[in-house]
């Protein structure tokens, strides 16, 4: 099942938005500059984390491709096991 994205992705970059402006309000900076920073790394954030979980998302749909096709396979090989048993027995 897919992870999704965007809910993902703004949690975080609202918990980088606010952990940076709290670390810009410690650090002594005006609000401004602690507004503008948080608010430039909270869109970054999104951005990155938007990117890495469509990343993860593309591997896991893969992933599961890949084992529904395996499982396929198998249950086609032990058919046509079946298959060459009865014709044979």
Known sequence: ???????????????????????GWISGLSPFTCCKRALVGAVVSYIAISLAVKVINAILTNAMIMSRMSHG???AGS??????????G
């Open 1 to 23: 099942m897919p992870l999704h994205a965007r809910t993902i992705a703004v949690s975080i970059a609202v918990i980088c938005f606010f952990g940076l402006s709290f670390i």
């Open 73 to 75: 396979d198998r249950q």
């Open 79 to 88: 058919q046509e096991k079946d298959k060459t048993s009865d014709s044979t």
